[in-house]
T-cell receptor, first 110, second 115 residues
């Protein structure tokens, strides 16, 4: 079946540090890949997506590239801000279903 | 500003009581999902609907949970009887389907505490 594995958290960084959150997946066929973000007390919001191999999704300074050869979709940001503190979820879509990873808690300190 | 609306935001109840959570999806979205979030299990898909028809409820304990869409503007998730292990945040999400399937819009969640 389909599955998504994220790096374990929590991740704590200082402001302006470089961020990488690893995500790998297992799926049949060619899934679409997503990153969602959940701020405290809120529901998830779509951050970025990629629908085919080598696509790069980007939004708000975050980027992730769909790597079919390594079945990965790592999230990166060059310089994090305190306001980026949240839980980040990697997800894949196969058919109509979204399968989410466990989530990675990110805390950015001033 | 279109958004998914969930009620109640917070619910505290006693074991054995019936709990009903409601969701108003975004107008025009034809897929609706119910997720449960806990610290231990993360996000679990309970049920989902397309064009109001239930497509998958395999993640839902059938003996006590039920999910319905009486019309296109309302989705409900009912627990009867509730148990302490049902304590969680329940999220409803809707999506436009089609080429944008996977782009879900989540409500703010209903936090359920069963004593």
């Amino acid at each position: 079946g389909n599955s998504v594995t994220q790096m374990e958290g929590p991740v704590t960084l200082s402001e302006e540090a470089f961020l990488t959150i690893n995500c790998t997946y297992t799926a049949t066929g060619y899934p679409s890949l997503f990153w969602y973000v959940q701020y405290p007390g809120e529901g998830l919001q779509l951050l970025l997506k990629a629908t085919k191999a080598d696509d790069k999704g980007s939004n708000k300074g975050f980027e992730a590239t769909y790597r079919k050869e390594t079945t990965s979709f790592h999230l990166e940001k060059g310089s994090v801000q305190v306001s980026d503190s949240a839980v980040y979820f990697c997800a894949l879509r196969s058919g109509s279903r979204l399968t989410f990873g466990e989530g990675t808690q990110l805390t950015v300190n001033p | 500003d279109a958004r998914v609306t969930q009620t109640p935001r917070d619910k505290v109840t006693e074991m054995g009581q019936e709990v009903t959570m409601r969701c108003q999806p975004i107008l025009g979205h034809n897929t609706v999902f119910w997720y449960r979030q806990t610290m231990m299990q993360g996000l679990e898909l309970l049920a989902y609907f397309r064009n109001r028809a239930p497509l998958d409820d395999s993640g839902m304990p059938k003996d006590r949970f039920s999910a319905e869409m009486p019309d296109a503007t309302l989705a409900t998730l009912k627990i009867q009887p509730s148990e302490p292990r049902d304590s969680a945040v329940y999220f409803c999400a809707s999506g436009p389907g089609g080429a944008n399937t996977g782009e879900l819009f989540f409500g703010e969640g209903s936090r359920l505490t069963v004593l």
